[in-house]
């Protein structure tokens, strides 16, 4: 990871970091002044957060700007300026982010979005932006990029500051990949090397564990209390060249819940001492905490020269992958939804799985867990938000409760589904055309799955037998509504019933939920 060297500029530039590189080059320091800017109107108020930013010559670094406005309706538009002239001296700026749409004539960026359901994590989306800086940017160079916001309900302003400096790029392996039983206990190990271009003393080792590991050792130079990273802190002074490996491996303890076949990722990550002192100084990011181990000391021990690396990669942290082996496995079956309808009218059906046991299912895990095809002649007019669009199991950029679709994913963010209990996921359709028995295919993934024979389902849609839309010779008899019925000629329900020839229900309204 590039390294900015403080003495130079911590004097006059106060930051605290969060480090990002990209694909076609090293990671590049990112220091982060984490401020908002909240400009109150007299219908709202707007906040702007953005990261103040470090960049190397010749390499890259990614920012982001999130927003909230008050009081701005859901569906009204807001808008993102900002002036790039002064970013000339440094390189140059692109946009990514969903929800977004950008334009940048003329040394400006000009950005559109509109505020989504509440109900969403993402109703204002966020704008992500990647500086990509000339080889020749001149060291200690300051531009202030001006972040200006409006919308209907308020307006408001935030400045964020990139700085060029010097780095130094650490590199370790990409991937690891290990295997281990439920309640045995896990040894982690990293190796780092100094890709130059000069000595660095002193480096940070951070780890990410799954919930479902525990840390289970007391190294002195190490922090770690449950739901924050590992923190690791090394004096040792490394070469340029040369690769070094922990001298002993980082314990865990794997939980005797985990659920055999799932594979748990985890983040691995190198820093300079200079950097990490800036990420423990951000508000937004976990803190470490305050407490080292009383035991031995970890250490950083050379190794012999080895094979040189591309440089040209994320290359400052590693993907440890570890997969859950034994014999706690679930059974998840699919759970479909029937109805009987009319061309016109919107039904409300109900999809989901349930947890055959014995072990209990954590939704998260896959992604996604259910998918439901929605049948020709249908069409989708309102779905639960942690339903969203989907292709062959994956998701396809849509919006999370976006009607409209053919296909969705569905999964509960940080749901468990115990031995015996349902998990539901309602959504509304308009039917348009129904000539025949019509069916769609719910089906789920789950790693590790003990009977794929039940990973399948159907939402059947039958024709009703009246006189207006005529009932399916094939159905061979009456069939109950399990769906919610809202008929396009509700406004003549009021008559029939009048003159008491009731029969029109509304099916009880499905919410989702666990199931006994």
């Excluded at 115990?418 to 959504?427: A, R």
């Excluded at 039958?462 to 008929?487: C, H």
Aim: proline fraction near 7%.
């Amino acid at each position: 990871m590039l390294r900015h060297h403080l003495r130079r500029w911590f004097g006059i530039f106060v930051a605290v970091g969060v480090f990002v590189g990209t694909a076609a080059t090293p990671a590049v320091a990112a220091g982060a002044v984490v401020s908002t800017a909240a400009t109150p109107t007299a219908a709202g108020e707007v906040k702007i957060e953005s990261r103040d930013l470090l960049i190397a010559p010749g390499h890259s670094t990614s920012g982001q700007v999130r927003i909230d406005i008050t009081y701005l309706a859901e569906g009204q538009p807001f808008h993102l300026d900002l002036d790039l002239s002064e970013l000339d001296r440094i390189g140059r700026l692109t946009t990514s982010g969903d929800g977004w749409s950008c334009a940048q004539p003329d040394e400006h960026l000009s950005c559109t979005a509109k505020r989504g359901k509440a109900a969403r994590s993402n109703e204002f989306p966020t704008l992500f932006f990647q500086i990509d800086a000339r080889s020749d940017a001149p060291l200690d160079t300051r531009v202030a990029l001006r972040f200006d916001v409006t919308s209907p309900a308020a307006n408001g302003t935030r400045t964020t500051t990139v700085t060029v400096v010097e780095g130094v790029d650490l590199q370790t392996a990409p991937k690891a990949e290990l295997s281990v039983e439920p309640g045995d206990l896990l040894g982690v190990t990293s190796t780092v090397r100094n890709a130059g271009p000069g000595p660095e003393r002193g480096v940070v080792l951070t780890m990410n564990p799954d919930w479902l590991l525990t840390y289970r050792d007391n190294f002195r130079n190490c922090r770690w209390t449950e739901g924050a990273p590992l923190v690791c802190h090394f004096d040792t002074e490394l070469e340029p060249g040369v690769t070094y490996r922990l001298s002993d491996p980082l314990p865990f303890r794997v939980n005797r819940i985990a659920r055999s076949g799932l594979v748990l990722t985890n983040r691995l990550q190198w820093w300079t001492s200079d950097d990490w002192a800036l990420v423990e100084k951000d508000p937004t990011a976990p803190k470490p905490p305050d407490t080292p181990g009383t035991g031995i000391e970890l250490r950083l021990v050379a190794q012999p020269p080895a094979a040189r690396t591309d440089p040209a990669v994320r290359n400052s942290w590693t993907d440890v992958q570890v997969t859950i082996t034994g014999d706690r496995t679930a059974d998840a079956a699919a759970v479909g939804d029937e109805a009987r309808v009319r061309v016109g009218d919107r039904v409300k059906m109900t999809i989901g799985f349930h947890n055959l046991g014995p072990t209990t299912v954590e939704t998260w895990r896959e992604s996604p867990l259910v998918q439901v095809d929605i049948p020709d002649g249908l069409t989708v007019v309102d779905i639960v938000w942690n339903c969203y669009p989907a292709t062959d199991g994956k998701w396809n950029g849509g919006d999370t409760g976006e009607p409209g679709a053919r296909s969705y994913g569905c999964g509960g963010a940080g749901d468990f589904a115990g031995p015996g209990e349902t998990l539901s996921y309602e959504l509304t359709l308009r039917v348009e055309r129904l000539p025949r028995r019509t069916a769609g295919a719910v089906t789920i993934a789950l790693d590790g799955d003990t009977n794929p024979r039940n990973d399948r389902a159907e939402i059947v849609f039958l024709r009703a037998a009246d006189g207006s839309g005529g009932g399916d010779p094939d159905d061979g008899g009456s069939l109950p509504i399990t769906g919610n019925v809202v008929s396009s000629t509700v406004a003549l329900g009021g008559l029939l019933l009048a003159a008491g020839l009731g029969g029109y229900l509304l099916a009880r309204r499905r919410r989702t939920r666990f199931v006994a």
